[in-house]
């Protein structure tokens, strides 16, 4: 059993490597798709309950974010890994950029999102932390 939380501002590439790498194993819980924090709650619970392999698809910039997920995944007997998004503000932006329709996150709502970054550690509950770069 496997919980994977996504760690990164908007642009980095998180739901990109999601549907790379764990799309056909994972169940994928985004607020993008699911709009609130109930059937967040509601998804979590019943992959949690089942076993199911969950991928956590979302911004998850701050500390206290991550561990409501790491602290029920860990719970429920789950191993987790954090995958950071290591990504230039630039490099964001201009992946942003060529995203089209609600998708596309306006510039201050970016800049926002990577000053508020804090810098995930190992030391949160993660039992393996990756860092993706992009080249």
Request: glycine content about 8%; some cysteine; aromatic content about 8%.
């Given at each position: ?19 790379e ?26 992959c ?6 969950f ?10 974010d ?8 860990k ?8 995958y ?15 995203r ?10 970016v ?25």
């Amino acid at each position: 059993m496997e919980a994977v939380i996504l760690i990164g501002v908007q642009g980095s590439g998180k739901s990109t490597f999601y549907r790379e790498k764990f799309f056909d194993s994972h169940v994928r819980i985004s607020l993008d798709l699911l709009r609130t924090r109930q059937r967040e709650r509601v998804l979590m619970q019943a992959c949690l309950a089942t076993g199911q392999r969950f991928a956590v698809d979302n911004t998850n910039v701050l500390r206290v974010d991550r561990a409501v997920y790491i602290e029920a995944a860990k719970a429920a007997g789950f191993r987790v890994t954090g995958y950071f998004f290591d990504v230039e503000l630039k490099e964001a932006l201009r992946r942003n950029g060529t995203r089209e329709g609600t998708a596309k996150i306006p510039v201050p709502g970016v800049i926002g999102t990577w000053k508020r970054l804090e810098r995930p550690e190992l030391s949160e509950g993660f039992d393996e932390l990756v860092v993706v770069k992009h080249e």
